[in-house]
């Protein structure tokens, strides 16, 4: 659900009143605090449910947030009340599933079906919201241009595929695309005979508005057109600011080099087109490009003959402003033979991942990667992808999501019995496998080479490939969704003040939130002392075993915005004093605890104030 469909309890400046403090010092403490919080939460541009407890047994305020949307918002909203001088604690904290699974089958891409659809490249934005970009054979009258297709995170199709490029004569080719967190995205490819009339190629591009509607005309990048400028890439960030970066032959005075050029989110030229490699013997050749939430970007290419044999990968990283930090940097430590085909990912932070294919694991190309921190410092050496090394695996792409969690795809020869076929692997920040090598095509006849990956802030992911005669005419694009159950926890009573024996209620909601069903879920809730089980336990929203603490409910599928709700029913049992009780839920693709609790306070006295705020 986007935040636009919620609607707020109460706006900013009509506040509820407040129930009268026990004391003229409390009503002014009281008053203080949540108009400064509301200041700060109306430029936060974040959704929470805040909920101010006054407790006059002792005297203090506590602050409960609960994240609507996502779970990353919890963090800042945190920060922002403390800021404002409260106390804080959370309902709920997300779960670490095992890995990703598949939502659903795999699906085509192309409504156009005939002769040849390839090379296709995505793009998700923090929703889960996607866009594929690729390349057709005379879809649109002449030779081949670039088509793309919208889709929600539900993968339902957004709107029909459309033609990218205006331009149409000859070739229109190797396309990518970069997304923003609104969902407005930019579209680039490379055109022959277009900006000068000859046969060379030219770098174009395409702006474009979340719902699918084209932001002016298509522009050209490349300032320089002698000879060609050819296969660009894009990154983006979270405002929608990007850069382009392109092989360009004979621009730097020796073969080819790597050529950027950096623009605003209204589509302006930010600065001058400007050289990335600072080696120019040689070719310098195939460069991708990553940024970070504010704009910061690394540039990684293939250079040749730099690391004393053959092509090695180099790699350079920019400020916002295109200065470059520090010097281009080696990244492949094994130098020997060639090493091709770099991807990089970077995170909102500015951590960022490079692969790259690399002749080194004993019969012919593999996989490597390596991991970097914000600083450009690498956080340790190369590491093999691939785990089946027969023939040749390659063609790689990586993606990565908020907290630095990774997946990687490539192309692996003849692995799945009929040609080429997808896998991928995925890993966890530090670097440790969270789903092992797994294939990612269902259809396996002839080939599916030209893998692209893109994953959102919560690990959610979208794989994309051609595949041969899949669609009854030659090649056609295919996709498969990967995501995760996004479980929360949150735990209410329904009389935080209780007195000594006196029963009360405890209830534990739990939501998934993401896009993938948890199963086999558990619910457990030790009762600390000072409080005894009254039973029954009852439970909502799913099948399963019910029983007396600590395991109070087992055995529970939740769907994908699917949600159950346990009571709990108990006794206290002590005099006075504060009781924190804390529940937790796990599944089989959930394996940390999500955990919720609520405090009572045995002899207090509340002021409850619910309030939704929205910038």
Same mark, same amino acid.
Request: no cysteine; glycine share 10%.
């Given at each position: 659900?986007?935040?636009?469909?919620?609607?707020?309890?109460?706006?900013?400046?009509?506040?509820?009143?407040?129930?009268?403090?026990?004391?003229?010092?409390?009503?002014?403490?009281?008053?203080?605090?949540?108009?400064?919080?509301?200041? !700060? *939460?109306? +430029?936060? %541009? $974040?959704? @929470?449910?805040?909920? #101010?407890?006054?407790?006059? /047994? &002792?005297?203090?305020?506590?602050?409960?947030?609960?994240?609507?949307?996502?779970?990353?918002?919890?963090? !800042? *909203?945190? +920060?922002? %009340? $403390?800021? @404002?001088?409260?106390? #804080?604690?959370?309902?709920? /904290? &997300?779960?670490?599933?095992?890995?990703?699974?598949?939502?659903?089958?795999?699906?085509?891409?192309?409504?156009?079906?005939?002769?040849?659809? $390839?090379?296709?490249?995505?793009?998700?934005?923090?929703?889960?919201?996607?866009?594929?970009?690729?390349?057709?054979?005379?879809?649109?009258?002449?030779?081949?241009?670039?088509?793309?297709?919208?889709?929600?995170?539900?993968?339902?199709?957004?709107?029909?595929?459309?033609?990218?490029?205006?331009?149409?004569?000859?070739?229109?080719?190797?396309?990518?695309?970069?997304?923003?967190?609104?969902?407005?995205?930019?579209?680039?490819?490379?055109?022959?005979?277009?900006?000068?009339?000859?046969?060379?190629?030219?770098?174009?591009?395409?702006?474009?508005?979340?719902?699918?509607?084209?932001?002016?005309?298509?522009?050209?990048?490349?300032?320089?057109?002698?000879?060609?400028?050819?296969?660009?890439?894009?990154?983006?960030?979270?405002?929608?600011?990007?850069?382009?970066?392109?092989?360009?032959?004979?621009?730097?005075?020796?073969?080819?080099?790597?050529?950027?050029?950096?623009?605003?989110?209204?589509?302006?030229?930010?600065?001058?087109?400007?050289?990335?490699?600072?080696?120019?013997?040689?070719?310098?050749?195939?460069?991708?490009?990553?940024?970070?939430?504010?704009?910061?970007?690394?540039?990684?290419?293939?250079?040749?003959?730099?690391?004393?044999?053959?092509?090695?990968?180099?790699?350079?990283?920019?400020?916002?402003?295109?200065?470059?930090?520090?010097?281009?940097?080696?990244?492949?430590?094994?130098?020997?033979?060639?090493?091709?085909?770099?991807?990089?990912?970077?995170?909102?932070?500015?951590?960022?991942?490079?692969?790259?294919?690399?002749?080194?694991?004993?019969?012919?190309?593999?996989?490597?990667?390596?991991?970097?921190?914000?600083?450009?410092?690498?956080?340790?050496?190369?590491?093999?992808?691939?785990?089946?090394?027969?023939?040749?695996?390659?063609?790689?792409?990586?993606?990565?999501?908020?907290?630095?969690?990774?997946?990687?795809?490539?192309?692996?020869?003849?692995?799945?019995?009929?040609?080429?076929?997808?896998?991928?692997?995925?890993?966890?920040?530090?670097?440790?496998?969270?789903?092992?090598?797994?294939?990612?095509?269902?259809?396996?006849?002839?080939?599916?080479?030209?893998?692209?990956?893109?994953?959102?802030?919560?690990?959610?992911?979208?794989?994309?490939?051609?595949?041969?005669?899949?669609?009854?005419?030659?090649?056609?694009?295919?996709?498969?969704?990967?995501?995760?159950?996004?479980?929360?926890?949150?735990?209410?009573?329904?009389?935080?003040?209780?007195?000594?024996?006196?029963?009360?209620?405890?209830?534990?909601?739990?939501?998934?939130?993401?896009?993938?069903?948890?199963?086999?879920?558990?619910?457990?809730?030790?009762?600390?002392?000072?409080?005894?089980?009254?039973?029954?336990?009852?439970?909502?929203?799913?099948?399963?075993?019910?029983?007396?603490?600590?395991?109070?409910?087992?055995?529970?599928?939740?769907?994908?915005?699917?949600?159950?709700?346990?009571?709990?029913?108990?006794?206290?049992?002590?005099?006075?004093?504060?009781?924190?009780?804390?529940?937790?839920?796990?599944?089989?693709?959930?394996?940390?605890?999500?955990?919720?609790?609520?405090?009572?306070?045995?002899?207090?006295?509340?002021?409850?104030?619910?309030?939704?705020?929205?910038?």
């Amino acid at each position: 659900m986007s935040s636009s469909q919620k609607q707020p309890l109460f706006q900013p400046d009509q506040l509820p009143d407040i129930s009268t403090p026990t004391s003229a010092y409390a009503a002014a403490r009281q008053v203080q605090l949540i108009e400064r919080l509301r200041r !700060r *939460l109306e +430029t936060s %541009a $974040l959704w @929470a449910e805040v909920r #101010v407890w006054f407790l006059s /047994q &002792p005297e203090r305020w506590r602050l409960w947030l609960i994240a609507l949307r996502r779970w990353s918002t919890v963090p !800042r *909203l945190a +920060t922002l %009340a $403390l800021s @404002a001088g409260l106390t #804080v604690g959370v309902i709920g /904290q &997300p779960g670490v599933a095992l890995a990703q699974g598949p939502v659903g089958a795999e699906f085509r891409v192309n409504s156009y079906t005939t002769s040849n659809q $390839l090379l296709p490249h995505v793009a998700m934005d923090q929703d889960g919201d996607f866009v594929i970009a690729w390349v057709t054979s005379y879809q649109d009258g002449d030779a081949t241009g670039i088509y793309a297709q919208r889709f929600n995170a539900s993968r339902l199709r957004q709107g029909n595929e459309f033609p990218v490029n205006t331009y149409t004569t000859s070739f229109q080719a190797f396309p990518d695309v970069a997304i923003d967190q609104n969902g407005e995205f930019v579209i680039t490819w490379h055109s022959q005979t277009q900006d000068t009339g000859d046969f060379d190629y030219g770098v174009y591009a395409q702006r474009y508005r979340a719902n699918g509607t084209p932001e002016g005309n298509e522009f050209q990048v490349n300032t320089w057109t002698t000879d060609n400028q050819e296969r660009p890439r894009i990154a983006m960030d979270a405002d929608g600011d990007f850069v382009i970066v392109w092989t360009s032959d004979n621009q730097d005075g020796s073969s080819a080099g790597v050529y950027g050029q950096r623009y605003d989110a209204a589509g302006n030229k930010q600065g001058n087109e400007f050289r990335v490699n600072t080696y120019t013997t040689g070719f310098q050749r195939t460069p991708d490009a990553a940024m970070d939430a504010v704009g910061n970007f690394v540039v990684v290419w293939v250079s040749e003959t730099q690391d004393g044999s053959q092509s090695g990968i180099y790699a350079q990283r920019y400020q916002a402003d295109s200065t470059p930090l520090g010097g281009e940097f080696r990244v492949n430590v094994y130098t020997t033979d060639n090493q091709d085909g770099p991807s990089v990912a970077m995170n909102n932070d500015g951590e960022f991942v490079i692969v790259w294919d690399s002749v080194q694991d004993g019969d012919s190309a593999g996989v490597y990667a390596r991991q970097y921190n914000a600083d450009g410092t690498p956080k340790d050496g190369e590491f093999q992808i691939n785990t089946y090394t027969t023939n040749a695996q390659g063609l790689s792409s990586v993606a990565i999501d908020g907290d630095g969690d990774f997946v990687v795809v490539w192309t692996s020869e003849d692995q799945d019995g009929s040609g080429n076929g997808i896998y991928a692997r995925s890993y966890d920040k530090l670097g440790t496998v969270q789903r092992d090598e797994f294939q990612v095509n269902t259809y396996t006849a002839n080939a599916q080479d030209f893998s692209t990956v893109a994953m959102d802030e919560n690990g959610n992911f979208i794989i994309a490939w051609a595949s041969s005669d899949q669609d009854g005419s030659l090649a056609g694009i295919y996709a498969q969704r990967y995501g995760l159950p996004q479980l929360t926890l949150a735990k209410t009573v329904n009389t935080p003040l209780p007195q000594q024996n006196q029963r009360l209620t405890y209830t534990l909601t739990v939501d998934n939130s993401g896009i993938l069903t948890a199963t086999n879920a558990v619910i457990s809730d030790t009762l600390p002392v000072g409080l005894t089980f009254a039973g029954p336990v009852t439970l909502e929203g799913s099948s399963g075993t019910i029983g007396p603490p600590p395991l109070i409910a087992s055995g529970l599928t939740i769907a994908p915005n699917g949600r159950i709700t346990v009571t709990l029913p108990v006794t206290v049992t002590a005099e006075t004093g504060e009781i924190t009780n804390v529940a937790a839920v796990t599944s089989a693709e959930v394996t940390t605890p999500v955990t919720g609790s609520v405090t009572i306070t045995i002899g207090g006295q509340v002021v409850y104030l619910p309030v939704v705020l929205k910038s």
